[in-house]
């Protein structure tokens, strides 16, 4: 029997802005409401569904999205970050500011506007290059 990912729930506080976030500097389709979750669709058939979370939002754990995307999207993606004058981190501990260069690609980080989601682009996975 073939195991196929068919979607993946995030917390976050508030799921619309968190989704369109997201979507938006993708550059994808807007996400949309299913039940109670704000579902965005990747290019891989894996669905991402943004939950609000209903306790204390001091107990939210943060999440980590990555998306492997072509050089060009990159370059799309890192000029929609930089436009919005988003903060963002060549590293997930926000030591380093600006982009890495990784595996012989490109990749950077940044956070969803309720601070609880870390948001990667790479256009190398891990551990293919040097």
Not at 21 to 46: A, I, R, W
Not at 102 to 119: E, F, K, L, S
Request: proline fraction near 5%; charge should be negative; aromatic fraction near 10%.
């Amino acid at each position: 029997m073939a195991h196929e990912l068919n979607h993946i729930i995030v917390h976050c506080k508030d799921r619309r802005e968190s989704a369109a976030f997201v979507s938006e500097l993708l550059g994808c389709e807007p996400p949309v409401d299913v039940h109670h979750f704000t579902q965005l669709k990747t290019s891989n058939g894996v669905d991402i569904d943004f939950a609000d979370f209903a306790v204390k939002p001091e107990d939210l754990n943060s999440s980590h999205l990555a998306f492997l995307i072509s050089e060009e999207e990159f370059d799309a993606t890192y000029a929609r970050i930089t436009e919005r004058g988003l903060q963002h981190w060549a590293d997930p501990y926000r030591t380093t500011e600006g982009i890495n260069r990784n595996d012989g690609g490109r990749g950077v980080y940044v956070w969803d506007p309720g601070g609880t989601i870390a948001v990667e682009f790479i256009t190398r996975p891990y551990g293919s290059g040097s």
